[in-house]
């Protein structure tokens, strides 16, 4: 380009650059207000219709404009085997406390704490998924009741007296006969009236007993009791001390023999919050084990599960690949990523979502890479929260309005496909986009809390936060902590509470920054993982393959050197 000549060009340019720039921000800033109120309006669409047709059973079934009791026998998509005398505990509500303040609600707040405060009770028949109570009941209490208690909220137009605590409590106290197993590992079930039931399996999964502390740990700092926090931190040091030499994990375990029954995993389904959960107990608790548990889980992971910007599974005695896919649950590791300041490693692995999202619609439940296929059985998408979590923690850590052009798809997504009169459908197969009558409880906890603070963080500049698997924020409090992390205390620090200008998130810990060195040039951060197994990933013999999850039928070697159900595909 010629320079211009004379000073009044340049002026002009650079007015014109100048209102351009600022048009651009103005633009940005009207379209966050805008989406924002976009996702203001599905969340109570949600919570409405569950309000009106499925309050206070477990979750809405939107087409029918029904309820299930989904509470008992969660973790279990289909709901089979629901249990006759058991008429819900108002999980929907729970789930959607938390949102409720985030999106400024406070009314309705008061109103659902009241509610359960007079008629939630847990002595019922119902047999429970330990993990999946946890993170949604559990969880959802504590956070509601961290939230209500923070008198610089107001919240209350009463006053609030400690009544989510209470029912906290009393859940926990149900949990404890769970652990007791010769290992100190957990069942994966338990019947919330009677205890561990007779016969019931042995089995479980990573996740079931290594993502129970950030709950269970809190409720003990809550309460006094330190029976929580220590029953969690003992099947969690029992499953580290599980670990391969390859530092890897499996997917399920024997609670009680303390062996493996399923050697292969990778960062999806059964193990996810596992890898989650060290970190943000680190954030949360203040505890180096935390850390030095996470960093080398972490670096186990980049190193045996990481192809180039996606992940696969691999055997933990081996690190031979074994399923090659890439499934919808995973999508929180960018997050994840984040967290640790592995922005690069998190951007791109989120593209690889981003387009698998982009050619579906939404994101599939299971997409086999090595066959560039769906899962022949596992099409669905349940509305899952995953993908948005990733994008709203990347927009955070670069501000990139990349990533609100996705968030703004994936609004348009939901809105399209899987919005009805009586709330938010489930899709059954994204080759068609037939629905599902089924509002998961999740919907209202993380996908629309996701997207709201992806549009609005005003909530995240009042504290310092940690959101649980299940998305329920818990303030990181300075009386919580043994050790700070160095990098998170300021040098006048008495507690953490301050102003946003000195706001110091997790994201700011940069445990793992990338560096340049005065020669220029870049070193990888010390927690990614640069790919040198590309050429080695392949299966030799069957024996590297395991057992399909779904099947549970063994899987074989093609001849092409990859893992599957041949006879399936
Ligand atoms: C949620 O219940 C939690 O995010 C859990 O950790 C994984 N699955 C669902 C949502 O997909």
Same mark, same amino acid.
């Given at each position: 380009m010629v320079p211009p000549r004379d000073y009044s060009t340049c002026l002009l340019l650079f007015l014109l650059l100048l209102s351009s720039f600022s048009h651009s921000q103005s633009h940005s800033a009207t379209k966050k207000i805008r989406m924002r109120e976009k996702v203001r309006n599905m969340f109570h669409h949600a919570y409405d219709n569950y309000m009106t047709h499925a309050f206070p059973h477990d979750e809405l079934k939107p087409l029918t404009k029904t309820f299930t009791d989904s509470l008992s026998e969660l973790g279990n998509l289909k709901l089979e085997r629901l249990p006759q005398d058991y008429h819900g505990s108002a999980l929907s509500l729970i789930e959607s406390l938390s949102s409720l303040v985030i999106m400024g609600n406070n009314t309705e707040f008061e109103k659902g704490v009241l509610w359960l405060s007079e008629n939630l009770t847990f002595d019922v028949d119902a047999r429970i998924n330990l993990f999946e109570c946890n993170i949604r009941v559990l969880g959802g209490l504590v956070s509601a009741h961290l939230l209500a208690s923070d008198s610089s909220k107001k919240l209350f137009q009463g006053s609030y007296k400690n009544q989510l605590l209470g029912l906290a409590e009393d859940l926990g106290k149900r949990f404890l006969p769970a652990f007791n197993t010769p290992t100190g590992l957990p069942y994966a079930w338990i019947n919330l009236k009677y205890g561990v039931m007779e016969n019931e399996t042995t089995e479980t999964s990573t996740s079931g007993c290594g993502s129970l502390?950030?709950?269970?740990?809190? /409720?003990? #700092?809550?309460?006094?009791?330190?029976?929580?926090?220590?029953?969690? &931190?003992?099947? /969690?040091? #029992?499953?580290?001390?599980?670990?391969?030499?390859?530092? /890897?994990?499996?997917?399920?375990?024997?609670?009680?023999?303390?062996?493996?029954?399923?050697?292969s995993s990778g960062i999806g389904a059964g193990v996810d919050s596992f890898y989650e959960y060290l970190l943000k107990a680190h954030i949360l608790f203040g505890k180096e084990d935390f850390w030095r548990m996470f960093h080398s889980a972490y670096v186990a992971v980049q190193k045996h599960f990481r192809h180039g910007p996606w992940y696969h599974e691999a055997d933990m005695r081996t690190g031979r690949a074994t399923y090659w896919q890439l @499934?919808? /649950?995973?999508?929180?590791?960018?997050? %994840?990523?984040?967290?640790?300041?592995?922005?690069?490693?998190?951007?791109?692995?989120?593209?690889? +979502? +981003?387009?698998?999202?982009?050619?579906?619609?939404? &994101?599939?439940?299971?997409?086999?890479?090595?066959?560039?296929? %769906?899962?022949?059985?596992?099409k669905y998408y349940p509305l899952r929260p995953e993908f948005a979590e990733s994008t709203f923690y990347l927009y955070q850590a670069t501000k990139d309005p990349w990533y609100i052009e996705v968030g703004e798809l994936i609004v348009n997504s939901l809105n399209l496909y899987t919005r009805v009169e009586?709330?938010?459908?489930?899709? #059954?197969?994204?080759? @068609?986009?037939?629905?599902?009558? =089924?509002? =998961?409880? +999740?919907f209202l906890a993380e996908t629309c809390k996701y997207l709201y603070l992806l549009f609005d963080d005003s909530f995240m500049l009042e504290n310092n936060y940690v959101f649980t698997t299940e998305g329920h924020p818990l303030p990181v409090l300075s009386t919580w902590h043994e050790k700070l992390p160095e990098t998170y205390i300021p040098t006048n620090w008495t507690t953490l509470k301050r102003q946003p200008e000195n706001r110091v998130s997790p994201m700011s810990l940069q445990v793992c920054p990338a560096m340049t060195l005065n020669s220029g040039q870049h070193i990888e951060s010390a927690c990614h993982i640069p790919d040198v197994r590309i050429s080695d990933h392949r299966c030799l013999t069957d024996e590297d393959c395991g057992v399909d999850a779904t099947t549970c039928r063994r899987r074989s070697c093609s001849m092409a050197g990859y893992c599957g159900l041949w006879l399936f595909i």
């Open positions: 502390i950030l709950e269970m740990g809190a /409720l003990s #700092k809550m309460t006094g009791d330190p029976r929580y926090e220590s029953a969690a &931190l003992r099947a /969690l040091r #029992k499953l580290w001390s599980m670990q391969s030499s390859l530092k /890897l994990f499996g997917t399920t375990l024997d609670v009680s023999t303390g062996q493996w029954i399923e050697y @499934t919808s /649950l995973q999508a929180f590791w960018p997050g %994840l990523q984040v967290l640790i300041g592995d922005v690069s490693a998190a951007n791109s692995s989120h593209r690889e +979502f +981003f387009n698998v999202w982009e050619r579906f619609g939404v &994101l599939p439940e299971r997409y086999l890479l090595d066959h560039q296929m %769906l899962h022949p059985t596992e009586g709330g938010f459908a489930s899709i #059954k197969d994204v080759t @068609t986009m037939q629905l599902e009558d =089924h509002q =998961h409880s +999740f």
